[in-house]
């Protein structure tokens, strides 16, 4: 199969390596024509030490690339799928399968990637979510993973599910888009929050209740917005959660640290030199809640911290002295 691979960060790069490993003919598509040279001419994405790519790739920073492709994989930042999806409508055929691995909500529009993608290419072609626990630098090393393939669309969402699966890539498929992609949007939120602990000091049980109840109030927007709940405990939902609360490969993690320990939010975003989803994500999560009159408590705490400068220590002791409830007494996996 001919693939285009839009998005040459350590995601993009990482899965157009499986795809070509698994013997597809892959092009790593770059936004900036520096990036594409310097990984033609070295083979090595900074962001993947030690790792060499295939020779098979091939580089470009033109987005004509797609033109004759089966499948195309978007894997921009979240703030770049619009205009490169836009990019590329008019090359595409309604047999070209849209791939989506970007993770995070439009600001402004708070759509999801998915509903993204089918706008700006005209609704022509299916877009499936590939999602789950996979951080780039482990799959670029051929580190066991599983992820999932989420499309309405089953016979979409199982041809991608055939194009990446092999032994150490193994793919699930599943019908809930809406509920993968809104696992994956505020696992990055909660994670900055974890991370904002640890960076305080504080240790695993304050990590443990945030991702516990972060998962809780994530299904209860999912669940709102058309998800199904058992996708919360899935690789998107719980899986990502976990690895993303939990690994110093995780961009939004290791922010959430440096601003814990009093980092200005901004320069805490530069420092980690790879895009911090959860930082945009957070703004659009608290207005899809609103809009569906859903109480997120850890993303409108995550929300004062990032953009209104509250100090985290004032705000996790007044997310503890919140109202005491039931533990089940909403909505819950
Ligand atoms: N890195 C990882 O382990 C994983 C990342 N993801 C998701 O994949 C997406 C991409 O993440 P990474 O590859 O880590 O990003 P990255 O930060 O490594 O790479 C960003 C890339 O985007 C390009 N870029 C910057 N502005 C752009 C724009 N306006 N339009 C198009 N491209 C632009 C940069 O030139 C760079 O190549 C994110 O949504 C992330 O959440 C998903 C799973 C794993
Ligand atoms: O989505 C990811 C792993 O599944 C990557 O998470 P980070 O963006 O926090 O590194």
Redesign the pocket.
């Known amino acids: 199969m001919k693939i285009a691979v ?9 899965l157009a390596m499986l795809l070509a490993e698994n013997g597809h003919t892959v092009t790593l598509w ?3 024509e520096e ?1 594409s040279r310097r990984l033609q001419q070295t083979r090595e994405n900074p ?1 993947l030490p030690g790792v060499t790519l295939p020779e098979s790739l091939s580089y470009t920073w033109d987005l004509s690339c797609v033109r004759g492709c089966g499948v195309v994989v978007m ?6 799928v619009r ?2 999806a836009e990019g590329i409508r008019g090359m595409l055929t309604p047999e070209t399968i849209l791939v989506s ?4 909500i439009e600001k402004g529009s708070s759509l999801r990637m998915t509903e993204i993608i089918r706008q700006a290419t005209g609704d022509l072609c299916p877009v499936v979510a590939l ?1 789950g626990p ?4 482990e ?1 670029a090393r051929r580190v066991p993973t599983a992820v999932v393939s989420a499309c309405p669309d089953q016979a979409a969402a199982e041809t991608v599910q055939d194009l990446f699966l092999n032994d150490r890539f193994r793919v699930y498929s599943s019908s809930d888009v809406v509920g993968v992609e809104l696992g ?1 949007a505020l696992k ?1 939120v909660m994670a900055l929050c974890t991370g904002c602990c640890t960076g305080m000091g504080y240790g695993d049980n304050t990590k443990a209740m945030l991702m516990t109840r972060g998962l809780a109030e994530t299904a209860r927007l999912g669940v709102a917005l058309g998800g199904r709940r058992e996708t919360f405990a899935g690789l998107a939902g719980m899986g990502d959660l976990i690895v993303t609360c939990t690994s110093m ?1 995780s ?1 939004n993690y290791r922010a959430g640290i440096l601003i814990g320990q009093g980092m200005p939010v901004q320069q805490a975003i530069q420092e980690i030199g ?2 911090v ?1 959860g930082y945009y994500a957070v703004d659009s999560a608290r207005e899809l809640a609103k809009r569906a009159g859903v109480e997120m408590p850890i993303t409108q705490a995550a929300y004062q911290v990032l953009y209104e400068g509250r100090d985290p220590k004032t705000v996790l002791q007044e997310l503890m002295r919140r109202e005491k409830r039931h533990e089940m007494e909403e909505t819950w996996i």
């Open positions: 839009l998005g040459s960060g350590g995601w993009g790069t990482a770059s936004y900036l990036e962001l894997a921009t930042p979240s703030f770049g205009s490169t691995v970007s993770k995070g999602s996979s951080h780039a630098e799959v994956a990055n490969n961009r790879a895009v989803e």
